[in-house]
């Protein structure tokens, strides 16, 4: 996403714990100033892509103080996966230091960060969204403002809930395809030209026929999904049984162990194979 940035003329500064990580977005043409703060200090919009709420929470308000080094009249974008929630505190709390927020989650995969094809779902002001929009068309391909703060967020909240139920449902029509005698691969080509049809089938129910678990996502980042979708269904009053049913499955299968594998893998669930332990 950085290089994509540089690439449409972009001046990027750039910070990460480990700096070994951003050596190669340095040699392409970003500057690092060595610390958070001063990457905020010195930013016009600065863009934060962590692992979970709470790392984030922690460098903006707590160990990193970063809230504080935001310039007033900048913008603050979030484009990790965070709580709804969350997304609409922080958006409250960076507007009284004078700081517009927009939460910005993206679909998509390596793939599409690598070809500037993200899905970015954004929540925030018109303004802010106004703003933030030349950014994004240098990231992604589907850019959508889906409503104020934590619009994103319940955006990409949704969006996981579709993939991780529909991961297994691809995962049981292979597994019932091959149990029953047919060709699970023919079957699979059979549903890719009808309803059936999706970029799941296609990649991840590819995945599955080769038994490839080498993590394109890994299983474990369902976890936080499974905690923003709870979280979100729990405030607004909501059961929903097909998604609790999957996340409790991927859940069972981190605990076993599973985590680091791919999403696909759920099909192991289904028709384990000693080959794979």
């Known amino acids: 996403m950085v290089l994509n940035l540089l690439r449409h003329g972009y001046p990027v500064s750039v910070w990460n714990r480990?700096?070994?990580r951003y050596a190669e977005l340095v040699a392409s043409?970003?500057?690092?100033?060595?610390?958070?703060q001063r990457v905020a200090a010195e930013s016009d919009v600065v863009i934060a892509m962590l692992m979970e709420w709470p790392v984030l929470d922690d460098l903006l308000h707590g160990s990193?103080?970063?809230?504080?080094?935001?310039r007033p009249g900048s913008l603050f974008i979030?484009?990790?996966t965070d709580p709804p929630h969350a997304a609409r505190e922080l958006a409250r709390t960076l507007a009284a230091r004078g700081v517009d927020a927009i939460d910005a989650p993206v679909s998509g995969g390596e793939r599409g960060a690598i070809d500037g094809t993200l899905s970015i779902m954004a929540g925030?002001?018109?303004?802010?969204?106004?703003r933030a929009l030349p950014i994004f068309e240098a990231l992604g391909?589907?850019?959508?403002?889906?409503g104020p703060a934590g619009s994103g967020q319940i955006a990409k909240a949704c969006n996981q809930l579709v993939v991780a139920v529909t991961i297994e449902?691809?995962?049981?029509?292979?597994?019932?395809?091959?149990?029953f005698g047919a060709d699970p691969g023919k079957v699979r080509e059979a549903m890719q030209g009808g309803f059936a049809a999706s970029r799941i089938l296609d990649e991840h129910g590819a995945r599955m026929l080769a038994r490839n678990w080498k993590p394109g996502g890994a299983m474990?980042?369902?976890?936080?999904?499974?905690?923003?979708v709870y979280d979100a269904a729990a405030e607004s009053g909501l059961d929903l049984p097909a998604a609790r049913a999957v996340f409790e499955r991927i859940n069972s299968f981190v605990e076993a162990g599973g985590g680091t594998l791919d999403q696909s893998a759920l099909y192991m669930l289904l028709d384990p194979d000693p080959a794979d332990s």
């Open 169 to 179: 449902a691809v995962a049981e029509a292979l597994a019932l395809a091959k149990a």
């Open 18 to 20: 480990t700096a070994s």
């Open 124 to 130: 925030g002001s018109e303004q802010a969204f106004a």
């Open 29 to 36: 043409g970003a500057t690092a100033p060595g610390t958070p």
């Open 141 to 146: 391909k589907t850019i959508v403002h889906v």
């Open 64 to 70: 990193g103080s970063v809230a504080g080094s935001l």
């Open 78 to 80: 979030d484009m990790g």
């Open 220 to 228: 474990k980042v369902h976890l936080k999904d499974r905690a923003n």
